[in-house]
């Protein structure tokens, strides 16, 4: 089983910072990693596939890179809609596998 | 729009069983694969189960292998998870998902509101 770890745990910001976020495989899964976005009381939201593919309807301030064991999660200015957890989940592998989450907060 | 809602969850006793349901709608049902994901209370998520366009080809977690059955009538747009032996640590809500592709794997690109499922005596 391919174990993700996201980090940190935790981000404290304030609208219009940056945010960066973490998630490490613990062996590669190439590209096949996606991003998604989760309010209090909501269902998920795929926000980036493949690494770095938007998904429909998702602002340009998102953006994903990364491959094979290391990739980063950026929201390059804070709205306060992004405070949420965010999971990344990979794909390459059976069974598929999401990591623990960031939870970016106000600060 | 493409829109998958989930019904059948409930109050259990552990070993019990449950039939959830997803009925999609706004897309063409065969043609993608479909999974449940769940959620415990306060904790992260956790993919259970998926199963192909066609419905030839299914996958579970080992945490529900032999005791879930993930199953789906494409000519009712409707997906189903028959949960046996349930267990506490089977509480969670559960979320219907839709993929990609017609293969399973991949992403959820399409996440219903989920469905809580409680286990207890």
């Known amino acids: 089983e391919i174990v993700l770890t996201q980090s940190p745990a935790t981000l404290s910001l304030s609208p219009g910072e940056r945010a960066t976020l973490s998630c490490r495989a613990s062996q590669s899964v190439s590209n096949f990693l996606a991003w998604y976005q989760q309010k209090p009381g909501q269902a998920p939201r795929l926000l980036i596939y493949d690494a770095s593919n938007r998904a429909t309807g998702i602002p340009a301030r998102f953006s994903g890179s990364g491959s094979g064991t290391d990739f980063t999660l950026t929201i390059s200015s804070l709205e306060p809609e992004d405070f949420a957890v965010y999971y990344c989940q990979q794909y390459v592998n059976w069974p598929l596998t999401f990591g623990g989450g960031t939870k970016v907060e106000i600060k | 729009e493409m829109q998958v809602l989930e019904s059948g969850g409930g109050l259990v006793q552990p070993g019990g069983s449950l039939r959830l349901s997803c009925a999609a709608s706004?897309?063409?049902?065969?043609?993608?694969?479909m999974k449940w994901v769940r959620q415990a209370p306060g904790k992260g998520l956790e993919w259970v189960s998926s199963i192909s366009g066609s419905g030839d080809r299914t996958y579970n977690a080992d945490s529900v292998r032999g005791r879930f059955t993930i199953t789906r009538d494409n000519s009712k747009n409707t997906l189903y998870l028959q949960v046996n032996s349930l267990r506490a640590e089977d509480t969670a809500v559960y979320y219907c998902?839709?993929?990609?592709?017609?293969?399973?794997?991949?992403?959820?690109?399409?996440w219903g509101k989920g469905i809580t499922v409680t286990v207890s005596s």
């Open positions: 706004g897309f063409t049902f065969s043609t993608f694969d």
């Open positions: 998902a839709k993929g990609p592709y017609g293969d399973p794997g991949y992403y959820m690109d399409v």
